[in-house]
């Protein structure tokens, strides 16, 4: 008997589209080869007001590959819409999130799956939340000694201050960090919000707009660096890709150069020396178990040639599955298929909740 797989896209998100284009590779991943015997698959699409819906509604949004242009009424929005309350809910084996940026990846839906007692997809509460949180990130990582860049967490009350405290900020960044520097919201995933200042009045103007996205601000100083990738797969014994290398000619990997095809070039594997290579498929092993991540997660880093360092730069722990995401690509180039890939991340999520009811 088949096992029904809801799978979960859209969302409350700037990542809603990118959401959408990834639940279409996975549901043709899980149609193809031998996953077409063993999964069934349940579309649950949640609408950007937070309302899901499953069956025809949610799999006309997948075959379109967009948005339904608008919404009826969303003003109208109760709370009782924002939950999973469709007939079909109880004939889901195992849940599917593809669910970028907050809503999704950040622990509160995982919450709902594991409130309602139902396997799913990826890492738990603690992980996603650790893994969404640039700032709490940063700090599990600086605990389990991974080196990263300098950085100062910053606060929207700090931002959105009294004229004589928000100079002072200012004046410690460039202090501390210098420029150039990039300025991040903590809590948004595909470089959404994400600014580089050069100067005072760039750096302005990237806190004030950071802060109009999240009150959790991170402030990382800029380096001269490869961007190498890692791609995790695994829950206890986590097992690391070959490494993917990104290079774009915009100032950093923004939304646009992501998402956009012909903005960036991915290299698989990275030409990197193998002891490079070694260390920094090590460490990613030792970021996904630094924030108790499963089943899937890529890491980033930066590689400084001229003096071979490697600074973890951050865990992505719900990566993208579009055709020019990473993660895929990654395992793809270490041998294992797309359908190989969705088919061991369902069974990983299963293999988890197993242990976690055992203890």
Known sequence: MAVTVGLVFGGCSGEHEVSIRSAQAIAQA???GTNREKYAVLPVYIRKDGVWQAGETAQAVLQAGVPPHALVNPEVTTPSQRLPRFDQIDNVDIWFPVLHGPNGEDGTVQGLFTLM???????GVLGSALGMDKIAMKAAFAQAGLPQVAYLAVSRAEVWSNPCVFPKLCDRIEMELGYPCFVKPANLGSSVGIAKATTRKELEAALDSAASYDRRII???GVVAREV????LGNDNPKASLLGEITFQSDFYDYDTKYTS????HTIPAQVPADV???????AVTAFQA???AGISRVD???VEATGEVLINEINTLPGFTATSMYPMMWAASGVSFEELVDTLIQLGFERTAKEGSE
Do not use: K, T
């Not at 990738?229 to 995790?232: H, L, M, S």
């Not at 012909?262 to 070039?265: I, V, Y």
């Open 277 to 283: 290579a070694r260390r920094i498929q090590a460490m």
């Open 229 to 232: 990738e890692c791609a995790v």
């Open 219 to 221: 402030v990382e100083a």
């Open 301 to 303: 880093f930066f590689y």
């Open 262 to 265: 012909g903005q960036s070039q």
């Open 117 to 123: 007692e139902q396997p799913f997809v990826a890492s």
């Open 30 to 32: 899980l149609a193809s």
């Open 291 to 293: 924030v108790d991540a």
